[in-house]
């Protein structure tokens, strides 16, 4: 699942986790998401299985989708033991617009210092990647070879993935990994029944990192379950894989599967376009909100009247201030004028933080009182937020610890998760969450069943605990 990482001076690496979402690297992007809303992707701004913010975009002719090969993989181990988060006193707030924080000495005690910076992340369902210097480094769920990897075992620490060539963009969906490597080629790898790896069938696992197409100019990524869309460095918007609910936003005839990169001509203009598992949902360059897909719990935001399936982009209220939005499973988070918070759709677990008694509404609807929120990642059943000052604040579902608090099964509104105020990103898998800090490390809390923590075993961890990078 989605999603923006605004990177410190010098940072190289990015992070994507199952969910699937990318962030947001300031040396890949030009065009950073809503006036810094985020760090739903690589995630955005400081949160979400990845976020992306696109400028007016450009028409541009479909290019060529032929898949030329494969591309060889490789695995390295990381022997460090990881480092619980610790509380400390609070920093200075976060940088406006991506320029430098303040020093923030003695936090993160006993933590070795990071070998690079973290500029960017995505998460996936049940696995984890990280780009460092251009390097690919996933663990987590191996099954199909998402890792790329040279086999399909779970790896439960950093392996160096696909390496060869320099990556500049990752984002995961379940089971499969898309990159775009610092020339502007596309490569996919993973399952493939739905036409995920865009290679013009649906061939299963095809084994091994494939080439999409000849095309260079691919820009970013955002992934989620069995979805993607690309943008290119003209703003183009190309959407592949499972469009059974018709999350791609294009017309009622376009097919259940896509398997090659189609644009979506409508989306041009859009800042910010976000996959869900059913449904999308983007920002216009005029601030306005639209949602596309499915709609059976009202994730779309379009009122107790509409369907349970819309095929095209369909504009979400009048309003039009909203900076930020992230689609979930069942539910959509945004985030509107100054910082204001809003969810919509199902809240059977408390991700749409509408209170214990609701289970769930079908309109965008105010997350609490405070006014300052800056990212929001809507995951699976649980939802992530960071505020201008730093902190992290997650809600939703908790069997796993994946909201980073004490242990409690859900959580019907947002609660902070440890003390910490240096938060910079965050992106939420199926039952886990990742998360960067402003000095660029990785840190990870929920389940671990498949080892996509990173911390070299299959224990859960309730609070967010650093990752080791070998």
């Not at 989605?2 to 962030?23: D, E, H, N, Q, W």
């Not at 300052?372 to 992530?384: N, P």
């Not at 609660?415 to 969450?433: E, L, P």
Request: charged share 15%; with cysteine.
């Amino acid at each position: 699942m989605r999603l923006t990482a605004r990177g410190a001076a010098g940072a190289s690496i990015m992070l994507a986790l199952g969910c699937g979402r990318v962030g947001y690297d300031p040396t890949v992007n030009p065009h950073p998401l809503v006036d810094g809303a985020g760090p739903d992707g690589g995630v955005t701004g400081p949160a979400d299985r990845a976020g992306l913010d696109l400028a007016a975009a450009a028409e541009v002719p479909p290019g060529d989708m032929a898949p030329p090969g494969d591309a060889p993989a490789g695995a390295m181990d990381a022997s460090d033991a990881p480092v619980a988060a610790v509380d400390s006193a609070p920093p200075d707030t976060l940088r406006p617009d991506g320029a430098p924080p303040g020093p923030d000495a003695a936090r993160d005690v006993g933590a070795p210092p990071p070998p690079a910076a973290v500029s960017q992340g995505a998460v996936g369902d049940f696995h984890t990647c990280v780009i460092r210097n251009g390097a690919l480094l996933c663990w987590g769920a191996n099954d199909v070879g998402q890792l790329a990897t040279t086999d399909t075992m779970d790896q439960t620490r950093p392996q160096l993935a696909a390496p060869g060539r320099a990556y500049a963009a990752v984002s995961a969906g379940e089971k499969f990994t898309c990159l775009v490597d610092t020339a502007g080629g596309l490569w996919c790898v993973g399952v493939n029944e739905s036409g995920q790896l865009a290679l013009g069938n649906t061939m299963k696992n095809r084994g091994g990192l494939q080439r999409v197409g000849t095309r260079m100019d691919w820009r970013s990524l955002d992934l989620h379950f069995a979805s993607a869309f690309g943008f290119d460095d003209r703003g183009g918007v190309w959407s592949w894989g499972s469009n059974g609910e018709g999350q791609s936003g294009l017309d009622g005839a376009s097919p259940a599967n896509l398997v090659q990169p189609t644009e979506v001509t409508v989306l041009a203009g859009f800042r910010v376009v976000r996959m869900g598992q059913g449904h999308a949902c983007g920002v216009r360059a005029d601030r306005s909100l639209w949602c596309w897909g499915r709609n059976t719990d009202g994730e779309l935001g379009l009122g107790a009247g509409a369907t349970g399936q819309l095929r095209t982009p369909q504009r979400v209220g009048t309003d039009a201030d909203w900076v930020d939005v992230s689609a979930g499973l069942l539910h959509t988070c945004g985030i509107r004028g100054a910082g204001d918070l809003y969810c919509w759709g199902a809240n059977t677990s408390g991700q749409s933080g509408a209170g214990a008694a609701v289970s769930g509404t079908n309109a965008p609807t105010r997350v609490g009182a405070l006014s300052d929120w800056t990212h929001v990642a809507a995951g699976f059943l649980h939802s992530c937020g960071i505020r201008s000052n730093g902190t992290l604040w997650c809600w939703g579902r908790n069997t796993e610890g994946q909201l980073g608090i004490p242990y409690e099964p859900k959580r019907a509104d947002p609660a902070q998760a440890g003390t910490d105020s240096d938060w910079d990103w965050v992106g939420i898998g199926n039952f886990h969450t990742c998360a960067i800090k402003r000095d660029r490390t990785v840190w990870c809390s929920g389940d671990n069943a498949n080892g996509q923590l990173g911390q070299g075993d299959t224990m859960r961890r309730p609070a967010l605990t650093q990752v080791i990078l070998p």
